[in-house]
T-cell receptor, first 112, second 113 residues
């Protein structure tokens, strides 16, 4: 079963708007990562947040982590058409020797 | 720099045939992961290797699936015999052992008729 579950499953916004995706997970984690997958391509790592961190920024990306609620959010600011892709959270559970468990993904469509 | 290389990119075969998927990890990476992606089950870890040794194959669905890593620069995932329900995109990923980030190949889209 999936460790992470993304919400919403699909999101459609206009270019320039912000996009927020959420991820919930079930077990204790070492870190949580977000990956992007363009159609027909492999996954690309975006950002990692460790279990002792609450917020992290990278360019237009902002990730938050609430370990008490076992949830994370990914915010993409000032979205662009090129941001259209599927976004997955992946958890590295404590003691799992770097095995990642991926969520079901959010399909983001940014309309020009 | 070359990323993770997978071949073939597309494979169409008939039920019962043997299928071999290939992966070349990024040079210097000593962890290698095989995943399967379907609409129904999402992205599932099948097996992973550290330093060419299989560490956890609990995700391998059946005995029809086998994976090998004869050296640090090559791995295969074999399905014998293949079945229509094996149709999926198979990804290989690699990382530096102990590192957090995995680097994915472009995937092999397998269709079993």
């Amino acid at each position: 079963s999936q460790q992470g579950e993304e919400d919403p499953q699909a999101l459609s916004i206009q270019e320039g708007e912000n996009a927020t995706m959420n991820c919930s997970y079930k077990t204790s984690i070492n870190n949580l990562q977000w990956y992007r997958q363009n159609s027909g391509r492999g996954l690309v790592h975006l950002i990692l947040i460790r279990s002792n961190e609450r917020e992290k920024h990278s360019g237009r990306l902002r990730v938050t982590l609430d370990t008490s609620k076992k949830s994370s959010s990914l915010l993409i600011t000032a979205s662009r058409a090129a941001d259209t892709a599927s976004y997955f959270c992946a958890t590295d559970a404590t003691g799992s020797a770097r095995q990642l468990t991926f969520g079901s993904g959010t399909q983001l469509t940014v309309l020009p | 720099d070359a990323g993770v290389i997978q071949s073939p990119r597309h494979e169409v075969t008939e039920m019962g045939q043997e299928v071999t998927l290939r992966c070349k990890p990024i040079s210097g990476h000593n962890s290698l992961f095989w995943y399967r992606q379907t609409m129904m089950r999402g992205l599932e870890l099948l097996i992973y290797f550290n330093n060419n040794v299989p560490i956890d194959d609990s995700g391998m669905p059946e005995d029809r699936f086998s994976a090998k890593m004869p050296n640090a620069s090559f791995s295969t995932l074999k399905i014998q015999p293949s079945e229509p329900r094996d149709s999926a995109v198979y990804f290989c990923a690699s990382s530096v052992q102990g590192a957090d980030t995995q680097y994915f190949g472009p995937g092999t889209r397998l269709t079993v008729l």
